[in-house]
């Protein structure tokens, strides 16, 4: 299948499960965790079931294109339930099927996979889903975000769409997939690889990356201030890829990394407070 | 007599969590049945990532009956002015089921009351299991709890089915909102569904005829079998790997073993230790070897049925193929350059938090190699020192970091180093766990035993020595690794000045950094040598004249064990208690002047201890020395019959008491006898 067909059949199983189809957020996330869907979604008692795609860059990751499977940019399919049914499970295995994928014809195995983003003051408990040896979703109950505990907790799924595409059309690289009959993951992608990773391992200027943080960070708390939990959370967001810009460019020490992720953890949970004071949750 | 079955079905449980849970599941019904007295057959244990289960072939159905006495109202309430019985009497009566007038009186603690015996019927198994296993299932501690609904009850993982059956009968209990029935699920990968028990006993045939080995050891045996009579039929051998097993058992519930084969030429493109890890470490596979060697076959266990075994070992493959590439790919890359070279790059690596880089710490290292008296060849020590982190910073390591170590030893022998510091790189991290070995060379244990104590006294410098259960620097591995070596190993060295040596030239200065270390290292040799099965006691007075020289807290420890229940020993114990109390409170105000003796038996005695403990100090025997302190007994007791301490004229008394606070010092010297239980 086609990362397109992916996309579709998934989005149809989920929206057939009574979820929310969602559009992709319109800034730099490092995981489709970050997405105000998933991380505002899963707070509060309130039932929240969405599924969306997310792009989401991480310039450590990037290798100029010339890997095979690894990439400044990859796309997740992601999905919240909250609360989560008791089959949950096999929801999921189910929702295989529809990528043409017969769950009960492989060697389907939860590895356990207790998941924790510092910036953001989230943590999960769950797996990594592997099949035949390949890891193709996690599974997570989230059961904190914004340092708030949640109650109820959420399943967390994320499918990386490029993983499983590999799979369906028997590819081992990433730029010979497909991403619909006629258009190549590479022709869309492989130049813009190269370039994010040119810029973000050789050109990013470190002094003005540093800089961009200290305004947003400003920004954020600025908004916090007029209890303006979204925008706040955005420059939140930015803060956090202009980290792992820097991250990448190896100019961040031991120490200051630590610092660093703490004041981002520190806007998201003054975030994650607001919302539950202002917000609608 | 009834049989008894409880299976707890969840979501994938940990692997490493499958044995802990279901020992305590077992343990703790077991102690609900006890506690209710009822009579109950061992217990049958099945254990898979999705269900934990008890078979008790036979339980009392019922506990004995038990007699008690209901306490009433005050007699002065029971009875109204004419005699006639109150309301409360009445009610008590009801209550109990009798008369009024059969009521007996008595008295409770001062006062007289309304009493009536009741007989109270023992609890049936039902009402014992509705009652208890919830809380059972739900006290197992283990780190990282979940919740999962609303109810916000936690647990490893949620728990999704639940089988209580006595018989037939389906006894009531709820965790959460899960219910129990008489319904187990079947096991992946096909979908789930319901699958019935008819009664209890029939439990272990439900599970065979889903294909499950519900039996965790069954399940780790069966597996090393299948895959043994695959590599025979190879001509080859099975690897076996007791961690690995335990692993598989734990994360398949219907074990099904395959064989598999990658292509030859991978076999020559990575070191075996590599391919060893990939196979056993990454992808779980049971690698088979021919003389020894290990070749491109293997068995690797699919959780489900044969039907699929070969579109599985297809994608296991690619995965296979994949990591072996990786691994060809970091080997080739490594070896463009020599190790010292990776030695240069550590400046740029942290070693722990808040304590500088790793280039720091090898600068360390190489200085102690330099300073302190190991009795190893210094050269090569420091040789070892100076590239014992260097692999660090390798790409073998940065992928698989349990090879740390093993691949520093690996290159610096393809670079053409000794032998003896290639091995004593890569035995380091030894003993890492309980049950590794200590490094099999002398100067293995020498750079284990330097590394360990830089460690241990800079996170000690920093204020970073656990309090209480939390370790996140591992610092009891670290004391432990001291520990073991020098008292399995063959190095004779002084601890204290080691540590005073790591201090000197420390990341961090701190004046108490090294009796923090000591103290520590203390503590976890009282548990270690409990743990070798030397008495408490024992251990405290062999641990207590110091730790400078591990071998000789051991020596202490053995000479005393052998003769504890001698009544020789307990002579020398009778005497040390004897001065120790006759000196409590008493502080030395000098040495003791033999002019002041007034009495034969005490200069006599005063002899004979000198002379001893003269012999003493130049025995390295520590059986012999207690032999010597043994032919004190007498005299002492000969001593302290004749001899009035407490004299009147203080000047002798402070005499005699100077003398005997020495006499007590150079005892406790060899043992702190005080501390002996006898």
Redesign the interface.
């Known amino acids: 299948m086609t990362i397109e067909a992916i996309i579709l059949a998934l989005k149809g199983y989920w929206k057939e499960k009574g979820c929310l189809i969602g559009e992709p957020f319109d800034m730099e996330v490092g995981a489709g965790t970050m997405v105000p869907y998933s991380f505002f979604g899963v707070l509060g008692?309130r039932p929240w079931k969405v599924a969306y795609v997310q792009p989401s860059r991480r310039p450590a990751d990037g290798r100029y294109g010339d890997s095979p499977y690894r990439f400044y940019i990859h796309h997740q399919f992601q999905v919240i339930l909250k609360?989560?049914p008791?089959?949950v499970?096999?929801i999921y295995?189910e929702s295989l099927k529809v990528l043409g994928i017969d769950?009960?014809?492989?060697?389907?195995?939860?590895?356990?996979d207790?998941w924790e983003s510092p910036t953001l003051g989230a943590a999960g408990?769950g797996?990594e889903v592997w099949?035949?040896?390949?890891e193709v979703t996690q599974f997570t109950?989230f059961?904190q975000a914004g340092g708030c505990e949640l109650?109820?907790?959420s399943v967390e799924l994320t499918y990386g769409i490029e993983r499983l595409a590999m799979y369906s059309e028997r590819k081992d690289n990433g730029f010979e997939l497909g991403w619909n009959e006629n258009v190549t993951y590479g022709d869309l992608r492989k130049r813009a690889e190269y370039e994010l990773c040119k810029y973000g391992f050789e050109l990013a200027d470190v002094e003005s990356l540093k800089t961009m943080f200290g305004i947003c960070e400003k920004e954020s708390n600025r908004c916090i201030e007029a209890q303006l939990y979204m925008p706040a959370y955005e420059y939140a967001l930015k803060c956090s890829h202009l980290f792992n810009l820097l991250d990448a460019r190896g100019a961040v020490s031991?120490?200051e990394r630590?610092l660093i992720i703490a004041r981002i953890r520190d806007l998201t949970r003054k975030c994650a407070m607001l919302y539950q004071e202002v917000g609608n949750a | 007599m009834r049989s008894l079955l409880i299976e707890i079905g969840c979501?994938?449980l940990?692997?490493?969590l499958v044995k802990p849970a279901i020992i305590y599941l077992m343990e703790g019904m077991c102690g609900v049945l006890k506690e209710a007295e009822l009579s109950f057959s061992s217990p049958k244990t099945f254990a898979t990532?999705r269900r934990l289960a008890l078979l008790f072939d036979s339980v009392q159905e019922s506990g004995p009956s038990k007699t008690v006495e209901e306490k009433g109202p005050p007699k002065s309430a029971c009875f109204d002015k004419d005699g006639n019985p109150t309301k409360a009497l009445q009610g008590f009566a009801a209550k109990v089921g009798i008369e009024p007038k059969d009521v007996v009186f008595g008295e409770i603690g001062g006062g007289i009351y309304a009493t009536a015996k009741k007989e109270v019927p023992g609890k049936t198994i039902e009402e014992v299991v509705s009652s208890s296993l919830s809380k059972v299932v739900l006290s197992f501690p283990h780190p990282?709890s979940?919740?999962?609904?609303?109810t916000?009850i936690s647990w490893v993982?949620?728990i999704?089915w639940i089988v209580a059956m006595s018989d037939d009968v389906i006894i009531d209990v709820s965790i959460g909102?899960?219910k129990s029935s008489n319904f187990t699920m079947s096991p992946?990968?096909?979908?789930?569904r319901k699958v019935e028990i008819a009664t209890a006993s029939k439990y272990p045939e439900v599970l065979s005829s889903l294909g499950v080995v519900g039996n965790l050891e069954e399940r780790s045996e069966h597996i090393f079998e299948k895959a043994q009579k695959l590599a025979s039929s190879l001509g080859m051998e099975a690897l076996k790997n007791k961690n690995l097993l335990d692993e598989l058992a734990s994360?398949?519930e219907r074990p099904l073993v395959w064989q598999g084969e990658f292509p030859f030429d991978y076999l020559e493109s990575a070191p075996e230790l590599v391919i060893k890890t990939v196979l056993m470490g990454d992808?779980r596979f049971i690698p088979f070897t021919k003389d020894g060697k290990i070749t491109n076959n293997f068995a690797f266990v699919?959780?489900?049925p044969a039907?699929?075994a070969q579109?599985?070992l297809?994608?296991?493959l690619?995965?296979?193929l994949g990591r072996l590439s990786d691994a060809r790919f970091f080997f080739a890359e490594d070896r463009k350059k020599k190790l010292a070279d990776f030695a240069d790059k550590l400046s740029g690596v942290?070693f722990l938090?808040?304590l500088g880089t790793l280039h720091d710490k090898t600068e360390r290292l190489v200085a102690l190699a330099k300073t302190v008296q190991l009795g190893v060849d210094k050269n090569k020590l420091e040789k070892a020192c100076s590239l014992a982190k260097a692999d660090l910073a390798s790409s073998m390591v940065h992928e698989h970091d349990d090879l740390q170590g093993r691949i520093g030893g690996l290159y610096a022998q393809l670079d053409g180093e000794e032998e003896e510091v290639a091995l004593a790189i890569s035995e380091q991290y030894l003993p890492a766990g309980e049950d590794d070995p200590v490094p099999s060379s002398v100067l293995g244990q020498a750079l284990s035993l330097v590394d360990k104590a830089d460690s241990l006294v800079n996170i000690a410098a920093s204020g970073n020595i656990p309090k209480g259960s939390a370790d996140p620097f591992g610092v009891r591995r670290f004391a432990i690794g001291i520990i073991r070596v020098l008292v399995e190993g063959s190095l004779s060295i002084n601890l204290t000045d080691l540590l005073v040596s790591c201090s000197k030239i420390g990341f961090k200065q701190s004046d108490d950094a090294v009796q923090k270390s000591v103290d520590f290292i203390k503590a976890r040799l009282e548990n270690y040598l409990r743990s070798k099965g030397y008495r408490y006691d024992v251990v405290r007075a062999a641990i207590s004249p110091g730790i400078e020289r591990l071998k000789e807290v051991t020596g202490r420890a053995d000479a005393m064990q052998a003769i504890y229940e001698s009544k020789e020993f307990a002579g020398i114990v009778a005497t040390a208690k004897r001065l120790n109390n006759i000196l409590r409170d008493y502080a030395p105000t000098g040495n003791y002047d033999v002019s002041l003796f007034e009495d034969d038996v005490e200069r006599e005695f005063e002899v004979s201890c000198n002379n001893v403990f003269k012999s003493v100090a130049s025995s390295n025997d520590f059986t012999e020395k207690l032999k010597l302190l043994c032919s004190l007994t007498d005299s002492a007791e000969k001593y302290f019959d004749t001899v009035m301490v407490n004299a009147e004229n203080e000047k002798i008394k402070a005499n005699r008491k100077n003398f005997l606070s020495g006499l007590l010092q150079k005892y406790r010297e060899v043992s702190d006898f005080v501390e002996i239980a006898i």
């Open positions: 008692p609360p989560p008791a089959d499970q096999d295995l769950y009960e014809k492989h060697d389907m195995r939860f590895i356990e207790n408990v797996w099949m035949d040896g390949q109950y059961q109650n109820p907790p031991v120490s630590a | 979501e994938e940990p692997s490493r990532p990282h979940m919740r999962w609904d609303e916000g993982r949620p999704r909102n899960t992946r990968p096909e979908r789930s994360i398949v992808l699919i959780n489900g039907q699929i579109t599985v297809e994608g296991e690619k995965v296979l942290a938090k808040g």
